[in-house]
Every structure is written in structure tokens, then in C-alpha cells.
């Protein structure tokens, strides 16, 4: 079988940004690939974490996981930090990669231009360790969304390269995003991406938010005066919530411009509000029943780290033998 890999931060709670782009196709891949999905808590340390509140982050995105569906008896699913080969193979390809390659990142500028107070290297070579998170699983493809498509491409340029180094060592990996909702936007700010680390939580719905949250959110999305429905550049916030609309309806966009044609923005606000809760209820019900079995939640990352461990050794014996260490 071809071999998926993907991950998220556990930062805060899953968006629906990160659900519709990203999580929500995870589960569609289960049966015909080998699929291994992590949480990448390392990658998580770039930004300042309280220790406690950061172990709770984990285990609660673990049982979001698997509440949005992930079947860990079908796919790998583990920590980043339980298998030591992607710190390992990170260092080796840091030494890869250039400085120059980093330094055009839109991710590192964007980050390091809101958290000032905490510019470090971590951060700076995070694509390196995401290259690695890749590579180690000899993957074929990465399904991710939009925002991620520039560090995909460098990961692909460093394992090209080593490739050429040092003789066929990776498998170069293909990037897959979904053909609607590879880009959820910010409710407050249609031209940014809905993003969970958003300073106004106005911004951004997240999939364990309770029914009036939800209502109030949608309510406050910010549209502007056109008064049409219609999927258009020119209507970024229409456009968003119509995408939205349709990731979780299954209805195609012509389908909505009709339903709402000579109708308000009020109308499709409180609708797709409904839409919202409706496909968010059982999740969240799930999760509550993950979050009360931490007995379950251990055994299911304890299995995946093992299983994990052992394809990524298989890919570390190569590449310290191709590259030289003794
Ligand atoms: N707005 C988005 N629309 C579609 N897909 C998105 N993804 C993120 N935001 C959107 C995809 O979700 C996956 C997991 O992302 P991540 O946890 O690794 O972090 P991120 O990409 O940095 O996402 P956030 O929500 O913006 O997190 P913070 O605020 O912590 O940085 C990825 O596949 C990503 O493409």
C-alpha cells in the first residue's frame, strides 16, 4: 500500500479550517493507503507552552483525532515526541538545508513578525523537522492544506537533493490538497486564513465550541454590502461561508447561490450556523467520551508509537549507512 502522512500542532483546539482542510479528508484515505497521522507536539515547542496546560493540548487533540473519526486500529496514529527518529533525522537534514531555503518561508516570516518576544531557531527550522516527519515514512503523499503547500515543496526539494548526495535514500513525496476548502478564512478577516492561534477567537470556529458560541460566531462573520449571494473573489466572506456551506452539506456551489438567490446574508447566516452545530454535535459528543478514558487513549498512542518506531528505523538505518556514519 502507498503510505499517507500528515499531522497538526496540538495548540488549542482543532478549527474548523483545520478539520475541512486537512482532518476531514484523513479518514477517507484509511482503506486504501497505510496511513500515519501524528500529533506534532515538538513542533508545538517553537512557541512558549505551560507544562501542564500543554500535556492537557495533547491528549485532548489525541481524542479529537479520534473523534473526527481516525480509526486507530486502521491508521498509525502517534506522538511526535514518542519516537525519537524524527529529532534524529531532523539534525541530519538541518544540515541539509539552507539558510537561504528558510529564510523564504512565509510561515517562519509571519510567525517571527507575531511573536517577537521569541524568534528562535526552532522555529526557524521547523520545515527541516516537518521534512523529516515525511521522509521517515518513506510517504507518497501529504494531505494538507493550502498553507502548507511551501513547506511540501521544500521537504521535496531536501529529500531530492540528499537523493542526489547521497544516492536513493527518500521516497520524494506528493502534495494533496482538497479542490474546495484547502483554505478556510478568518470569520473577521476573510483574506487571512482561519488559523486556532488567532488573538480574537471571533475569528476562527473550533470544533469543540458549544451551540451558542457557534450561533454567535456566524452570526458576527464579517461579510460586506454587495446584499448578493454569490461565490465570488470579489466577496471573500460570502465566498467563505459558502465553501464552508458546502464541505459540510455536500452541496455544490450552484446548488447554494440558488437555494439563497433574493435572499439575506441573516437567512445563509443562521442556516449555515444550524449546518454548523448539526456536524459538530458528534464530535463533540465522541470526544467527551475519549476525554473520560484515558486508559484507552494511552494504550491507542502506545501502539501507534511502536508501529511508527519500527518503519522509521527501517528509514534511519539507510540513510546513516548512505551518508557515512559509522
Ligand atoms: N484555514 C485553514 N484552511 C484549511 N486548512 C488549514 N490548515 C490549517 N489552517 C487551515 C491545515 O490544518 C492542518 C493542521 O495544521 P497545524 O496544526 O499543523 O497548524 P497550522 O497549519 O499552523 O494551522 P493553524 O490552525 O493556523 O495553527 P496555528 O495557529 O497553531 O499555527 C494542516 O494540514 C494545515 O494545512
Known amino acids: 500500500k502507498k503510505v499517507i502522512f500528515s499531522g497538526a500542532q496540538p495548540t488549542g483546539t482543532l478549527t474548523l479550517g483545520n478539520y475541512l482542510g486537512a482532518i476531514q479528508n ?14 506534532v507536539d515538538l513542533h508545538s515547542l517553537t512557541i512558549r507552552t505551560n507544562p501542564e496546560e500543554f500535556k492537557e493540548s495533547c491528549l485532548s487533540m489525541l481524542a479529537q483525532y479520534l473523534a473526527c473519526g481516525i480509526n486507530p486500529d486502521k491508521n ?28 523564504r518561508m512565509t510561515q517562519f516570516k509571519d510567525k517571527s513578525a507575531n511573536h517577537k518576544d521569541n524568534i528562535n531557531a526552532g522555529l526557524f527550522a521547523y520545515p527541516a523537522l516537518q521534512a523529516a516527519d515525511i521522509l521517515l515514512y518513506k510517504t507518497n503523499l501529504v494531505p494538507v492544506g493550502q498553507d502548507q503547500k511551501q513547506h511540501l515543496e521544500l521537504a521535496r526539494d531536501i529529500a531530492t537533493r540528499f537523493n542526489n548526495n ?99 446574508y441573516g437567512h445563509l447566516k443562521t442556516d449555515l450556523a444550524e449546518i454548523v452545530v448539526e456536524s459538530l454535535n458528534p464530535i463533540q459528543t ?38 557515512g556514519l559509522v
Open 26 to 39: 484523513w479518514k477517507s484515505f484509511e482503506d486504501d493507503f497505510q496511513c500515519i497521522y501524528s500529533i
Open 76 to 103: 498509525i496514529v502517534f506522538f511526535q515526541s514518542h519516537v525519537p527518529q524524527h529529532s534524529e533525522l531532523a539534525w541530519i537534514l538541518n544540515c541539509n538545508t539552507y539558510m537561504g531555503e528558510l529564510n
Open 166 to 264: 547521497y544516492g536513493e535514500t527518500f521516497v520524494v513525496p506528493e502534495i494533496y490538497t482538497p479542490k474546495l476548502g484547502a483554505k478556510i478564512m478568518s470569520l473577521q478577516n476573510p483574506n487571512v486564513k482561519m488559523s486556532k492561534s488567532d488573538e480574537n477567537p471571533n475569528a476562527y470556529i473550533s470544533i469543540l465550541d458549544d451551540e451558542k458560541n457557534l450561533i454567535k460566531k456566524m452570526k458576527r462573520a464579517v461579510t460586506d454590502n454587495e446584499g448578493v449571494i454569490r461565490y465570488s473573489d470579489e466577496q471573500p466572506g460570502i465566498k467563505n461561508l459558502i465553501t464552508i456551506y458546502s464541505k459540510l452539506t455536500g452541496l455544490q456551489i450552484e446548488e447554494i447561490e440558488n437555494k439563497y438567490e433574493g435572499k439575506g
Open 286 to 323: 465522541t470526544y467527551n467520551k475519549y476525554m473520560n478514558a484515558p486508559d484507552y487513549l494511552q494504550e491507542v498512542y502506545t501502539k501507534g508509537a511502536d508501529k511508527a518506531k519500527e518503519l522509521a528505523e527501517d528509514t534511519m538505518k539507510k540513510v546513516k549507512n548512505n551518508i
